[in-house]
Structure formats: C-alpha cells, structure tokens
Nanobody
Framework: QVQLVESGGGLVQAGGSLRLSCAAS????????MGWFRRAPGQEREFVAT????????SYADSVKGRFTISKDNAKNTMFLQMNPLKPKDTAVYYC???????????WGSGTQVTVSS
C-alpha cells in the first residue's frame, strides 16, 4: 500500500516561488506514474502535472506550462513541483497522487495549501 506525504506549501506573494515535495513509501514498486492535482476554493480538482516513475516523461496543464517544473528523486522516491512565478490564481490545495500502469490515479496524499497573495 503506497503512502504519500506532501510538504512545502505556504503563503507567498505573486511572482514568488515555492517547491512542493511528495514522499512515497510502501509498495512503490507498483507505481507507474506520479502527479500533482489542485483544488481551488469552490472549484473542481484539476490536473497540474505528471511524471512517470523513471522521471523521463512529463506533462503539464496549459495553465502552468512554462512556470511549473515537475521532477523526481528516484533514490528517495520523492517527487517535486517547482512553482515559479506564482500567480494568485494558483492558490489551491495541492495533492500528490500515484497510479499503476493502465489505471487511474488512485492513491492520494492529504494535500498541502498554497496561497498566493496579490
């Protein structure tokens, strides 16, 4: 059973940066890809970025492309999301997630709050 723990959220001014981390443990052999989603107040959860387990393939939502970078430390089973420059519309709870090959995202962390002030 995979467990995910996010960290790195906080309050930052527009134009600033944050780096989120997601540490995976337990059953990591089954992970095909990891990803970040976010949910802003009153909105549906939306896809942000994904990376395959080896770290060689990445994909981004259009809203963050060119500003966010997803990466992975394979030795530490940890995924990162570097966010820069941040905008007020990036304010949301950010969730780390994993999926197995051929499956939907099914394991989720508890989330970390990112607040960007104008």
């Amino acid at each position: 059973q995979v467990q995910l723990v996010e960290s790195g959220g906080g309050l930052v001014q527009a134009g600033g940066s944050l780096r989120l981390s997601c540490a995976a443990s337990g059953g990591t052999f089954s992970i095909y890809a990891m990803g970040w989603f976010r949910r802003a107040p009153g909105q549906e959860r939306e896809f942000v970025a994904t990376i395959n387990w080896s770290g060689g393939t990445t994909s981004y939502a259009d809203s963050v492309k060119g500003r966010f970078t997803i990466s992975k430390d394979n030795a530490k089973n940890t995924m990162f999301l570097q966010m820069n420059p941040l905008k007020p519309k990036d304010t949301a709870v950010y969730y780390c997630t994993t999926r197995r090959f051929g499956k939907s995202y099914e394991t989720w962390g508890s989330g970390t709050q990112v607040t960007v002030s104008s």
